[in-house]
């Protein structure tokens, strides 16, 4: 019965948002649902680790550069079309996730140690980036401008870009509930909960770790090459930068961190909060929308510890008799 519910619920959400571009005209405003949805996919991308395994990253803006620059290196150089350059992207992703991951878990590293080691390999790939011209340099990459092609994954209205990156959503979303409904889930939350019992009954740690972080590095890649088109140019010390992944972070934590819509909802609560502030006061307060992000991430945490999803999951509790 609750599983039926659920499909039908996901269908009429699917059919709302697919039907949000015929009632929104401004592109101002579809900009901004854009950026909620794609803020939203790379937080759920970001919580298949940091969520269900609880290994937090500040490193994944590494990832998504690596969707963005391997894609447009490729288009730029050899000619090939972003869809096909985005999942070459991913597939460099998973080698660093694989390389970062194998370092870190080999040695045992967790919690803070984790952490600090995943900004530092960004930090070292930033550094490299901006002192490579052949990559841009720190002046960046601008995608070559080619109007209206699809086949090139560049398109004239907002709305062909909307849909793009609802599907993308839809599928992460889709993945994270297969993953949480299967024994790799259950697998994922107890290495979260208790790493020695879970190798106490057999769980071998490195396997499911790596699993995790190549998901995750992966589908953020995916990502990146969608960024790289949609605004057509990127910079590394915006895209690689640790505010970038600490962005990323902040979106789950406060909408629910190791559940499935609490990535999104995040992302529904502050992404407006930042395009608002950018474009009202951005120009005479720089970094105010990091501020503001810095109150609601503090109101969080001490008044909502669950996110979103929990402070509502807490209420429907309370609510029955």
């Not at 592109?27 to 991308?45: Q, R």
């Not at 009954?201 to 699993?211: A, D, N």
Request: glycine share 12%.
């Amino acid at each position: 019965m609750s599983r039926t519910f659920s499909w039908e619920y996901g269908f009429f959400a699917a059919l709302a948002f697919g039907l949000l571009p015929f009632v929104i005209q401004s592109n101002y405003f579809l900009h901004i649902l854009i950026m909620i949805l794609f803020f939203g996919y790379l937080a759920t991308c970001w919580n298949i680790l940091g969520g269900f395994m609880g290994l937090h990253s500040v490193g994944h803006s590494l990832f998504v550069g690596c969707g963005a620059y391997v894609s447009t290196l490729l288009f730029m150089k050899l000619g090939w079309t972003p869809w096909v350059g985005m999942f070459a992207g991913g597939l460099v992703a998973v080698a660093f996730g694989l390389f970062i991951g194998y370092l870190c878990f080999r040695f045992g590293l967790k919690g803070p140690f984790f952490l600090l080691a995943t900004f530092a390999f960004a930090e070292i790939v930033k550094v490299i980036v901006m002192n490579v011209q052949w990559l841009g340099g720190s002046s960046g990459l601008s995608v070559p401008l080619q109007g209206h092609a699809p086949y090139l994954f560049q398109f004239t209205e907002k709305k062909y870009y909307y849909y793009i990156i609802l599907a993308m959503l839809g599928l992460v979303l889709w993945l994270s509930r297969f993953i949480l409904q299967r024994k790799v889930g259950f697998y994922f939350r107890a290495i979260r909960e208790n790493q020695d019992g879970a190798q106490a009954v057999g769980i071998y740690l490195m396997r499911y770790k790596l699993l995790a972080i190549c998901l995750s590095a992966f589908f953020s890649a995916l990502g990146g090459t969608f960024f790289a088109q949609y605004l057509l140019f990127f910079d590394p010390s915006a895209l690689l930068g640790v505010h970038f992944s600490i962005e990323i972070m902040i979106y789950p934590i406060v909408g629910g961190i190791g559940t499935i819509l609490g990535p999104l909802a995040g992302s529904f609560l502050l992404v407006p909060v930042s395009e608002i502030l950018r474009s009202t006061m951005g120009g005479t307060f720089q970094g105010i929308y990091l501020v503001a992000y810095g109150f609601i991430l503090v109101f969080a945490v001490r008044f909502m510890p669950g996110g979103i999803v929990g402070l509502f999951r807490q209420s429907s509790r309370t609510k029955k008799p």
